[in-house]
Each structure stands twice: as structure tokens, then as C-alpha cells.
């Protein structure tokens, strides 16, 4: 049911978190609008900030993705965007950049609406992105962080990560970097998770599970992605002598066909992701010249195994 809409709850906080880092600077100060504090449903989750009162960006994406702090969350959106509405169109035109299809952002905290949906497939791409951000990481693999006296607060406040694969002894998953938790009595519990083990990152989204078996049931996907996937590494293509047509030295942007050059040299093998015991003969492949902005044009070769995109290299021209 990879493409079956669902409610994301505050999996909606991981694209939240990506667009503010995006688009702003851990030093930046957030001053907390009464819309920020009051906006949300009063009995989801907080932190009590108070009208007025300021965190740093990164102070605030902790608050984010570890105690999955709503108020935060509009707080974030007026900071980046001047108002939730605007920054809610930022969402969404993230999410079209990254391929998402089938994904409609309404709010940045993922609390309930019927035109606020993600399917699992389009999760893991904007999870994907996520895990590719350093700061973005450096979060969510945090298990525990403090929040200093601010301005209008004189305790220091204790964070602690809600993924319980990350940290919990019941539930600890090895090689767990992370993720984020979501609840709404209509969404039910919703999880994404990284993992990481022997050179290979696995992501996992989980929707519409009701209780503790959503733990139960990303540990068994993970497992079986570990256990039945492994990286092949196609041998190097052979080289040749290369020509590029004249018009395409004038007019570089002109579209350009395999046909249209030969000779160009494999630097880097592509390495591929693939069911266990498939050997990298039996894909098939397809290919395409692209622009290159750091040198001249390259060669892109896409790796099918039965229709299924698994990977690509690419050769530069020698």
C-alpha cells in the first residue's frame, strides 16, 4: 500500500525541519508569535513556550524533532516563511521537487485534516532528503538535549527523542540513526526510521498502526531489507573514441542522444542495489547524455532489474 493516502501526523515535522534548514541559519533567533503558542490544539504536544519568547533555529529543531513540539512548528513557519500559510507552500513545492505525487501539506505540525495526506512512498522520499542534510542527521540521531534559561523561561528544559528504536531498551534497533514519531487518534501512530548496517541505509515508513506494533513491524522490514538486499557493482563500460557534433560545441543546452556521441570513459563503476542471489547481468539498462556543470557533457546509464530502477553511473568524456 506504498501509494494509499494516509494522515502523516507529525512525520510532517521532517519536512518541516529540512525546509527551515534550507532557509534559514542555526543562529537565527525565533520569536514566538501569539498565532505560534495559541494556533495549535491545546492538548498536543508542546514545550510551553510562551508568547515572546525566543529560541535559536537549532535550539528549535531539537525541540522539533525530539520532543515533537507543535507550537515549534508554527513558530519555525512565521520565522522562514513570515506566516504558516506561506511557509506551507513551501512544503508542498518541496515535496513536488523531490517526486512527490501524491502528498498535500495543509499545516507544519501534522495535527489533523482531511486535505493534509502523504502515501508511505512519497514519506520516504522526503525522508530520503532529509537523511542526505548533516544538520537534519545530527538531529535525529540525538537521544537527549537541554534547552537553557531563555528570555522569558528561567528552567532548563530536557528533550528526549521519542524514536524508541533509537534509544529504547525494549525497543532498541542496532544501527537505528534516527527518525520520527507521529500520533493522532485519526492517523493512528505513523514512524519513519534510518537505519544504517554494513554500508547500506535503509529508510522505513510505517502508517496507520495502532500501538507498540509499529516498532515491532519496522524492525521486521528492516530486517528483511538488510537480509534480502546487498550492493552489486557493475564492471567498468568499455571505452571508446569520442566525438561531440559541432552544432553541440556551439549550443551546449541543445538536447543530445546516445547517438550522437561515442567515446566516452568510465571513471566511476555504478554500484546497485539488489535482491539477494540476482547478479548484475540481469539488468538491463538504459541510457542518456546529461550537461554537466562541472566539465563536458557525460554519458548516464540507468540500471533496471524487471522494470524496477536499482541505480546509475555515469562516464565523462576522456
Same mark, same amino acid.
Given at each position: 500500500n506504498i501509494h494509499a493516502k494516509q494522515y502523516p501526523a507529525s512525520i510532517t515535522k521532517i519536512m518541516t525541519a529540512l525546509v527551515t534548514i534550507e532557509n534559514s541559519d542555526l543562529s537565527d533567533v525565533v520569536t514566538f508569535s501569539e498565532n505560534a503558542v495559541y494556533g495549535i490544539e491545546p492538548e498536543s504536544s508542546h514545550i510551553g513556550i510562551d508568547v515572546g519568547e525566543q529560541l535559536t533555529v537549532e535550539q528549535s529543531l531539537y525541540a522539533l524533532m525530539l520532543a515533537s513540539a507543535n507550537e515549534v512548528a508554527m513558530g519555525l513557519a512565521e520565522h522562514v516563511a513570515g506566516s504558516v500559510e506561506a511557509f506551507v507552500d513551501m512544503m508542498n513545492e518541496k515535496a513536488a521537487e523531490l517526486g512527490c505525487t501524491e502528498t498535500h501539506f495543509v499545516n507544519p505540525h501534522g495535527l489533523h485534516d482531511e486535505d493534509h495526506y502523504v502515501t508511505a512512498h512519497d514519506m520516504a522520499l522526503i525522508a530520503r532528503a532529509a537523511y542526505h542534510n548533516p544538520t537534519f542527521l545530527n538531529t535525529v540521531c540525538t537521544v537527549y538535549y537541554e534547552i537553557p534559561p531563555t528570555n522569558m523561561e528561567e528552567e532548563t528544559r530536557y528533550l528526549l527523542n521519542h524514536q524508541k528504536l533509537l534509544s529504547d531498551d525494549d525497543w532498541y534497533y542496532t544501527g537505528c540513526r534516527g527518525g520520527k514519531t507521529g500520533y493522532t487518534d485519526q492517523a493512528l501512530n505513523t514512524l519513519v526510521t534510518f537505519a544504517k548496517k554494513d554500508n @547500506?541505509?535503509? +529508510?522505513? +515508513?510505517?502508517?496507520k498502526t495502532d500501538g507498540t506494533p509499529i516498532y515491532s513491524d519496522t524492525t521486521a522490514l528492516l530486517d528483511?531489507?538488510?537480509?534480502?538486499?546487498q550492493w552489486k557493482q557493475r564492471k567498468k563500460e568499455a571505452d571508446v573514441a569520442f @566525438?561531440?557534433?559541432l552544432d553541440r560545441q556551439l549550443e551546449p543546452d541543445l538536447p543530445l542522444s546516445w547517438a550522437d556521441a561515442c567515446g566516452l570513459k568510465a571513471l566511476f563503476p555504478g554500484w546497485t542495489l539488489l535482491p539477494a542471489g540476482i547478479s548484475a547481468k540481469d539488468l538491463t539498462t538504459k541510457k542518456a547524455m546529461e550537461p554537466n556543470t562541472a566539465g563536458p557533457w557525460r554519458l548516464k546509464t540507468s540500471y533496471y532489474y524487471k522494470d524496477h530502477y536499482v541505480g546509475y553511473s555515469y562516464q565523462y568524456a576522456s
Amino acid at each position: 500500500n506504498i501509494h494509499a493516502k494516509q494522515y502523516p501526523a507529525s512525520i510532517t515535522k521532517i519536512m518541516t525541519a529540512l525546509v527551515t534548514i534550507e532557509n534559514s541559519d542555526l543562529s537565527d533567533v525565533v520569536t514566538f508569535s501569539e498565532n505560534a503558542v495559541y494556533g495549535i490544539e491545546p492538548e498536543s504536544s508542546h514545550i510551553g513556550i510562551d508568547v515572546g519568547e525566543q529560541l535559536t533555529v537549532e535550539q528549535s529543531l531539537y525541540a522539533l524533532m525530539l520532543a515533537s513540539a507543535n507550537e515549534v512548528a508554527m513558530g519555525l513557519a512565521e520565522h522562514v516563511a513570515g506566516s504558516v500559510e506561506a511557509f506551507v507552500d513551501m512544503m508542498n513545492e518541496k515535496a513536488a521537487e523531490l517526486g512527490c505525487t501524491e502528498t498535500h501539506f495543509v499545516n507544519p505540525h501534522g495535527l489533523h485534516d482531511e486535505d493534509h495526506y502523504v502515501t508511505a512512498h512519497d514519506m520516504a522520499l522526503i525522508a530520503r532528503a532529509a537523511y542526505h542534510n548533516p544538520t537534519f542527521l545530527n538531529t535525529v540521531c540525538t537521544v537527549y538535549y537541554e534547552i537553557p534559561p531563555t528570555n522569558m523561561e528561567e528552567e532548563t528544559r530536557y528533550l528526549l527523542n521519542h524514536q524508541k528504536l533509537l534509544s529504547d531498551d525494549d525497543w532498541y534497533y542496532t544501527g537505528c540513526r534516527g527518525g520520527k514519531t507521529g500520533y493522532t487518534d485519526q492517523a493512528l501512530n505513523t514512524l519513519v526510521t534510518f537505519a544504517k548496517k554494513d554500508n @547500506r541505509i535503509l +529508510v522505513c +515508513v510505517d502508517l496507520k498502526t495502532d500501538g507498540t506494533p509499529i516498532y515491532s513491524d519496522t524492525t521486521a522490514l528492516l530486517d528483511y531489507g538488510f537480509d534480502n538486499f546487498q550492493w552489486k557493482q557493475r564492471k567498468k563500460e568499455a571505452d571508446v573514441a569520442f @566525438r561531440l557534433p559541432l552544432d553541440r560545441q556551439l549550443e551546449p543546452d541543445l538536447p543530445l542522444s546516445w547517438a550522437d556521441a561515442c567515446g566516452l570513459k568510465a571513471l566511476f563503476p555504478g554500484w546497485t542495489l539488489l535482491p539477494a542471489g540476482i547478479s548484475a547481468k540481469d539488468l538491463t539498462t538504459k541510457k542518456a547524455m546529461e550537461p554537466n556543470t562541472a566539465g563536458p557533457w557525460r554519458l548516464k546509464t540507468s540500471y533496471y532489474y524487471k522494470d524496477h530502477y536499482v541505480g546509475y553511473s555515469y562516464q565523462y568524456a576522456s
